[in-house]
């Protein structure tokens, strides 16, 4: 079945430290993969995506597939980077497409 | 450029209720869907619309059920209303369903209360 795994609830870092989100999926066929984020009293907005390999304020992600992993990095976090950060899984199939998201990852950046 | 509207923004109902809840598409954008967000957890698909037609959905029961009208505009209804019905349900819109399948604009949600 297609999963995403998010194995942490809370990262918890101080400002200027590396981060990394961890995200795992189950896919049978060639995965398109998001991060999703939501900041305080903010709507759930698209941060990046695999396949435009940009870096998006800082953060970059690397699509594995030997490791099926997707793990979001930022070098130097920052204080605005505090927010709920949701792995997703793109699937289209039988004419539609949705997402599968992971439970989610709360990231506490501390001064 | 309108984003996504949803209402109504918190409700609470009793168990064996009906609720309906609504949602304005992005500008331009024709394809809706909608997913259930329990406490703790990532949002889950519920269904998609194209075209005022249902075209893909999740694993929910028949009284999750919804509309899509001429301006993409869109209503979700819940019958008999169960207590884990509670939820932040949020719509999404697209541009069109599998073109850059994966970026969605979400509203802000509906919260439900089912007590």
């Known amino acids: 079945a297609q999963r995403v795994t998010q194995p942490e609830k809370l990262l918890s870092v101080f400002k200027g430290a590396p981060v990394e989100l961890k995200c795992n999926y189950s896919?049978?066929?060639?995965?398109?993969l998001f991060w999703y984020v939501q900041y305080s009293r903010q709507r759930l907005q698209l941060l990046l995506r695999?396949?435009s390999r940009e870096s998006i304020k800082g953060f970059t992600a690397d699509l594995n597939k030997g490791e099926t992993s997707f793990h979001l990095k930022k070098p130097f976090a920052q204080e605005e980077d505090s927010a709920m950060y949701y792995c997703?899984?793109?699937?289209?199939?039988?004419?539609?497409?949705?997402?599968?998201f992971g439970a989610g990852t709360r990231l506490a950046v501390h001064p | 450029e309108t984003g996504v509207t949803q209402s109504p923004t918190h409700l609470i109902k009793t168990r064996g209720q009906q609720v309906t809840l609504r949602c304005s598409s992005q500008?331009?954008?024709?394809?809706v869907s909608w997913y259930q967000q329990a406490l703790g957890q990532g949002p889950q698909f519920i269904f998609q619309?194209?075209?005022?037609?249902?075209?893909g959905r999740g694993n929910f029961p028949p009284r999750f059920s919804g509309l899509q009208f001429p301006n993409y505009s869109s209503e979700l209804n819940v019958n008999a209303l169960e207590l884990d019905d509670s939820a932040l349900y949020l719509c999404?819109?697209?541009?069109?369903?599998?073109?850059?399948?994966?970026?969605?604009?979400f509203g802000e949600g509906s919260r439900l209360t089912v007590l």
């Open positions: 999404a819109s697209s541009l069109e369903v599998g073109f850059d399948a994966g970026e969605l604009f």
């Open positions: 500008s331009g954008h024709n394809t």
């Open positions: 619309y194209y075209r005022e037609e249902e075209n």
């Open positions: 997703a899984l793109s699937q289209f199939s039988g004419g539609y497409n949705k997402l599968i």
């Open positions: 896919y049978s066929g060639s995965p398109e």
């Open positions: 695999h396949i």
